[in-house]
């Protein structure tokens, strides 16, 4: 093994180690998870220039490919960071699972070349010099992740040119937007840099580019290290972008939060487990955009974490009402689907546990008794 592979195979390694840490980071559970599969995803396809660089797949041709479908999975995953962490928008299982179509469908046209033994993946192999059939189809797969990626992300920058090239007030804020700002330049720069290496048949290229790719997840846990808030910052001016032509004009904003706390109340409609922002939006005879647009940036709230606001408070009174009621039964009636979900929520509302609430309410109580 060269000393380009190890470098390749270090950046894999750290990718990983980064990944797990992010697992005992602060950050929600949803954006824990999110930052997990982006590093796990880019290790991987790390993993595959390290199999082509050192020559694995010659001697066991069943690793050809098998880095694709995560590689495909990091532009989705990319997606959904960016409308739940920044812009705070809810995203569908049926939309996440459109997005990532991709990867199962890469599956789908390696499982032959997985499958049908070493004298056919052989031959497979030996058609990549002047591909033509299902080769021609593999040989494309392999740029499929880089073009993905720019397919995503372009469409985003062109969006926020807005917010790209103006200037902050704040200083922080200015510091956060040219970190983001030179960040995505790199990446879309490596990624493009290797796209034009493959199609003009330039190993050079396609070599630096593979390359770059461990010295921007080392610059990106140094970045994140350094401006530990940049995504908070980011976020934020994301969203004033988004608003700055509001869908709720002309609309009356009291009358929506008057209906959406009746529904909350009375209805009690956080109770629903499977409650989407559609069908609140649908009670409330207005867009889910608007919806979306009213709990951000009129309430500073996400979808889900109003909801989760409600379904505590409830879950305060139930806590106290009923103190031989578990747990579990509680949370499962106000509208959560674990108990760990119902956990995590209670304390980011309450800076305290269920358990740790019910036992302070108890001996409150019988303080005051005597």
Request: proline share 3%.
């Amino acid at each position: 093994m060269g000393l380009g592979s190890i470098y390749l195979l270090f950046g894999a390694a750290f990718g990983f180690i980064w990944a797990l840490g992010i697992l005992l980071s602060p950050a929600s559970f949803g954006e824990r998870v999110r930052i997990f599969f982006l590093l796990s995803f880019s290790s991987i396809w790390l993993l595959g220039g390290v199999s082509f660089f050192a020559g694995w797949t010659s001697h066991y041709t069943i690793l050809y490919g098998f880095h694709l479908p995560f590689a495909l999975g990091i532009a989705p995953v990319l997606y959904l960071h960016f409308q739940i962490t920044l812009l705070g928008l809810p995203v569908s299982k049926t939309e996440a699972f459109f997005h990532f179509s991709t990867s199962m469908f890469c599956i789908l046209l390696f499982l032959p070349f997985w499958t049908l033994g070493e004298e056919f993946r052989q031959e497979i192999l030996k058609q990549m010099g002047q591909p033509r059939g299902y080769s021609s189809v593999l040989a494309f797969m392999q740029i499929s992740p880089k073009i993905a990626i720019l397919s995503y992300f372009l469409p985003v920058l062109w969006s926020y040119r807005s917010y790209i090239f103006r200037a902050e007030k704040n200083e922080n804020e200015e510091r956060a937007r040219r970190m983001f700002l030179l960040y995505l330049i790199l990446i879309t720069f490596v990624i493009s840099w290797g796209l034009v290496g493959t199609l003009l048949k330039r190993i050079d290229f396609v070599r630096e580019s593979i390359f770059s790719l461990p010295a921007l997840l080392v610059i990106g846990f140094l970045l994140s290290h350094r401006e530990q808030n940049w995504l908070g910052f980011v976020g934020k001016s994301l969203r004033e972008v988004r608003y700055k032509k509001s869908r709720l004009k002309g609309m009356d904003e009291n009358q929506i939060k008057t209906k959406l706390e009746a529904l909350m109340k009375k209805e009690k409609m956080y109770a629903d487990e499977d409650l989407t922002l559609s069908q609140l939006a649908d009670e409330l005879k207005i867009t889910n955009h608007q919806l979306s647009e009213f709990l951000n940036h009129r309430l500073s709230m996400k979808f889900s974490d109003y909801i989760n606001f409600w379904r505590v408070e409830e879950a305060k009174i139930l806590l106290l009402e009923d103190p031989d009621r578990s747990i579990l039964a509680i949370s499962e009636s106000v509208g959560f689907n674990s108990k760990s979900a119902f956990n995590e929520a209670f304390k980011k509302f309450s800076d305290t546990t269920p358990s740790e609430f019910r036992k302070t309410a108890i001996k409150y109580k019988l303080s005051i008794k005597f």
